[in-house]
Nanobody
Framework: QVQLVESGGGMVQAGGSLRLSCAAS????????MGWYRQAPGKQRESVAT???????NYADFVKGRFTISRDNAKNTMYLQMNNLEPEDTAVYYC??????????????WGQGTQVTVSS
């Protein structure tokens, strides 16, 4: 059994900051790529930022310079530091991870999502 649990969402005013966390737990051998995605009401889910096991990052253009993705491999945890938030960042944020299980096999897992609301 493997699960991803996000935390850190909430409501902030425009210009504010939030830090999201995604903790993976269960029968995990290792975690390869991880990423943050978001889905706003009436819109498709979109990629926000991704990070490889070795720390290589990639960001969507709309968050470059404002958001920072990081991970702690020893804790099986990923973070998203979000600064200078804008109302357009309002969405449910999901974490994703490519996990190799102790029992074998590589699987793609999603967290349950955490709501981020930015008021103007």
């Amino acid at each position: 059994q493997v699960q991803l649990v996000e935390s850190g969402g909430g409501m902030v005013q425009a210009g504010g900051s939030l830090r999201l966390s995604c903790a993976a737990s269960g029968s995990i051998l290792s975690i390869n790529g991880m990423g943050w995605y978001r889905q706003a009401p009436g819109k498709q889910r979109e990629s926000v930022a991704t990070i490889t096991r070795y720390g290589r990052t990639n960001y969507a253009d709309f968050v470059k310079g404002r958001f920072t993705i990081s991970r702690d491999n020893a804790k099986n945890t990923m973070y998203l530091q979000m600064n200078n938030l804008e109302p357009e960042d309002t969405a449910v944020y999901y974490c994703n991870a490519a996990i190799i299980r102790l029992a074998g096999g590589a699987y793609d897992y999603w967290g349950q999502g955490t709501q981020v609301t930015v008021s103007s």
